[in-house]
């Protein structure tokens, strides 16, 4: 494999379905956890799609991760539910779980769901999108390994963190949110070392708190700085009440880096809501407000050197039209891993 390949989505979807069968996931789970991980790389976000697969059937091999969980509700009502996702697949649990909470809000006019017991799910925005498909307005978050330290601290309390927003528009492309809390994601910084280059001082920090353009060194110290300083560490600790607090997940120190060992048992928390905007007014109304806010964002001077103002996850649908047109181009640290799970499992599906 080389970093000149461009992969077809089919053929790269058929490749994880075949490793995750292998490693023992029905093949209807297998399908959703694929398809989740192509996606993020259609829209570019290597860092969270299938280069990730390798980790995933580690854990399954070595029982960190349940390959066949039996997803139960604990608490529900029309408005929310609370789901036990039984150490399931993250991808999976997360996709079942926002797929009730968009029947809820489609049904009630808007709803939440919370998540127990489950793992790390890849993209944030692959289910906040979700809820785009029914012209309503997406929102998820998943607490994650301790990076983040309180301001003033040197302890990692708080992961990345992530947060997504989905809002529909008219014409335009919807509106798709999907931020870590630290300055970087987590995963960027391991792509830099797969890729064996340094990353940005504002990236990572070393065991006393100073910045580092190491990328081991950034993941070995378990601190990461997040965004807006004491800004990011309110965001994260929002989000941890969210996802982990209000569901019964475990929490703050509780999700230090090294608890996430392959054969480890992780209890992940997300948490889930959808909004029909139709509540306040008319789907076309609202397309139609949204559409004048893209305007103005569209018509704003521009800074020197700048050609456009783009609308977030703009450029990620843009990149997604390219890759299903021409491929996927797939960065070398992605290729590698793929080629090291075609070889340890000795899987059929060819990708070139």
Known sequence: MTDNN???????????????????????????????????????????????IYGYVQRLKQNGTNPRPNITIVKESPHHALVDGDRGLGQLVAFKSMEMCVAKARQNGMAAVGVRRSTHFGATANYSMMALEDDLIGFATTNAAAMIAPTGGLTGIFGTNPVSFAVPTGHSYPMVLDIAVTVAAQQKIVQALREERKIPLSWGLDSEGKPTNDPRTALLSGLMPPIGEYKGYGLAMVVEVLSAILTGAYFGRATEPSTWRPDSTLNVGHFFAALDPTIFMPIDEFKSRMEKLIEQIRGSTLMPGVEKVY??????????????????????????????????????????
């Open 6 to 52: 461009l992969v077809e989505a089919e053929s790269l979807r058929q490749f994880c379905i075949e490793a995750l069968e292998k490693a023992g996931v029905p093949a209807d789970d297998a399908r959703i956890v694929a398809e989740m991980q192509v996606e993020a790389d259609l829209r570019g976000v290597y860092t969270h799609g299938t280069g990730a």
């Open 311 to 352: 609308i977030p996850g703009e450029i990620e649908y843009q990149k997604k039209e390219q890759s299903l047109k021409k491929g996927i181009p797939l960065p070398p640290a992605t290729l590698s891993q793929l080629e090291r799970l075609q070889q340890e499992m000795e899987l059929e599906t060819r990708l070139f």
